[in-house]
């Protein structure tokens, strides 16, 4: 005859174990696919961001500053008020046109800085996000070096929007390739096995102090 004892232990023990895997394994499961797929989501969204609607957008707003540019200088080199009207006409019409694909341009980066920081979510510590980071970093400097320069004519020039141009491609294209080969591999960055186990040590040291006190 069995011990009933020990059949009551192993029910409770049962139960015990079924409550600890639905009110922690399960939820703490779900919680990481959960997390896993909203970061892959984010990688394809970011890497789709920056293949088309980034370096599109950038481009255009390249030409149209150009453009914008060049109308302000014919303005200045108007020699007669109709035509100083004309022109500025033109002039208007270019910055319009400038600042409707600048919202767009800033929109973009601004959602790509996002997508950025949301992809360090999962394993943060990782070494690869500093890489990221400094890839990233470029393409803001890039983009800010339009609004930095030329300061005291309160716009850029057609030399500073040339030499920005390829600049600011170059870095978008760059982040694109870097995030274009995270998607590929669809895997978040490790974290380092040097910080697992300084924090396997500290969670040690930490538990030892508290017992001698």
Do not use: C
């Not at 601004?110 to 996000?129: I, K, S």
């Not at 870097?178 to 960055?189: D, F, I, R, S, T």
């Amino acid at each position: 005859m069995n011990d009933p004892w020990g059949v009551v232990l192993g029910a409770s023990l049962a139960l015990v174990g079924t409550v600890l895997v639905q009110a922690w394994l399960v939820p703490r499961t779900q919680r990481r696919i959960r997390q896993r797929e909203r970061w892959e989501k984010d990688v394809r969204e970011l890497a789709d961001l920056l293949a088309k609607p980034v370096l599109i957008a950038v481009r255009d707003l390249h030409v149209a500053m150009r453009h914008h540019a060049i109308m302000r200088i014919a303005l200045k080199a108007g020699d007669s008020d109709a035509g100083k009207a004309h022109m500025q006409t033109r002039v208007d019409v270019a910055a319009d046109k400038q600042e409707a694909i600048e919202t767009q341009a800033v929109q973009n980066t601004a959602l790509v800085r996002t997508l950025v920081l949301r992809l360090q979510y999962l394993n943060p510590d990782a070494e690869a996000w500093k890489q990221l980071r400094k890839i990233h970093g470029r393409f803001v400097m890039s983009w800010a070096r339009l609004y930095m320069t030329d300061k005291p004519l309160k716009m850029p020039t057609t030399d500073t929007v040339d030499d920005v141009a390829k600049n600011h491609e170059e870095a978008i294209e760059e982040l694109a390739a870097w995030v274009e080969v995270l998607a590929k591999v669809n895997e978040p960055p490790k974290r380092p096995a040097a910080h697992r186990r300084v924090q396997q040590r500290v969670r040690r040291l930490g538990s030892a102090s508290r017992s001698s006190s």
